[in-house]
């Protein structure tokens, strides 16, 4: 996995739609505009809805990697 270092680490492995997306969605409001949420997830729908979320509310989804079957996701808060 690359080495994107997140301002906050959301651990959301083992959580079923829609618990990671739900749990992102509050964790990115306590980032400061231009701060990085890194999101590990094991749902593999939320590869899907967390991009869709992203791009729905103007945040930068940086990366998407895949190990292991944990997703992690690097999204700069607008």
């Not at 980032?31 to 930068?60: N, P």
Request: hydrophobic share 40%; charged share 25%; proline share 3%.
């Amino acid at each position: 996995m690359e080495n994107i270092k997140g301002n906050i680490l959301l651990d959301a492995k083992g959580l079923a739609c829609p618990m990671p997306i739900v749990r992102t969605k509050k964790a990115i409001g306590e980032l400061e505009s231009g701060e990085i949420l890194q999101v590990l997830t094991t749902d593999k729908g939320s590869k899907a809805d967390i991009s869709a979320w992203a791009g729905s509310q103007g945040h930068e989804l940086v990366s998407i990697t895949e190990e292991n079957g944990i997703f992690k996701f690097n999204i700069k808060k607008k």
